[in-house]
């Protein structure tokens, strides 16, 4: 059982350039999120998505983009990389509301 | 809105030693408290959950019990271990899409 599966692990950007986070889930999750962790910080969420074809806006959305075509993959675009967006990327994703999150192993994104 | 508060670290504790990390909450509600665990390298995982005023969630050897009076939610352990070494996240969920978390409280546990 695969659960919620990132990739890549690590990247390095410089900036200005775009990329694309993949996360894709085999629990079929009506509910998928994308955090960042910095440190000190906790987790912020980013997008979160309740369902395919409905997204919204977290508390750090700026810089961002998501979609969500099928309920398994909820892509996250960084749409010119600056160096504020060096962190590491959670997707997870919940069967519900107040219920608990799965996450994936995260992705440590570096720019340059 | 909602908000976490939970013990700043980092906590180093020898092997055997009792551990407690704070944490209370502000919410609308009543909402779910979780306490995930992250490993070096890893995700978070869920460690335990309660999901109404007096639960007790347990896992591991670890425990809290949700406190509406206080809006707490304390994590403790009687006797840790080295592989008890990792960052510990509070959060909450309030009946709508989002998770609310703390900063996380680094613990490390020496032999």
């Known amino acids: 059982n695969a659960g919620v599966t990132q990739t890549p692990k690590f990247q390095v950007l410089k900036t200005g350039q775009s990329m694309t986070l993949q996360c894709a889930q085999d629990?079929?999750?009506?509910?998928m999120s994308w955090y960042r962790q910095d440190p000190g910080m906790g987790l912020r969420l980013i997008h979160y998505s309740v369902g395919a074809g409905i997204t919204d806006q977290g508390e750090v959305p700026n810089g961002y983009n998501v979609s969500r075509s099928t309920t398994e993959d909820f892509p996250l675009r960084l749409l010119s990389a600056a160096p504020s967006q060096t962190s590491v990327y959670f997707c997870?994703?919940?069967?519900?509301?107040?219920?608990?999150?799965?996450f994936g192993q995260g992705t440590r994104l570096t720019v340059v | 809105g909602n908000s976490v508060t939970q013990m700043e670290g980092p906590v180093t504790l020898s092997e055997e030693a009792f551990l407690t990390i704070n944490c209370t909450y502000t919410?609308?509600?009543?909402?779910?408290l979780f306490w995930y665990v992250q490993y070096p390298g890893e995700g978070l995982q869920l460690l335990l959950k309660a999901t109404k005023a007096d639960d007790k969630g347990s896992n591991k050897g670890f425990e809290a019990t949700y406190r509406k009076e206080t809006t707490s939610f304390h994590l403790e352990k009687g006797s840790v271990q080295v592989s008890d070494s990792a960052v510990y996240f509070c959060a909450l969920s309030s009946g709508d899409y989002k998770l609310s978390f703390g900063a996380g409280t680094t613990v490390t546990v020496r032999a």
């Open positions: 919410a609308t509600g009543y909402p779910s």
């Open positions: 629990m079929n999750h009506e509910y």
């Open positions: 997870a994703s919940r069967t519900g509301k107040g219920t608990e999150a799965f």
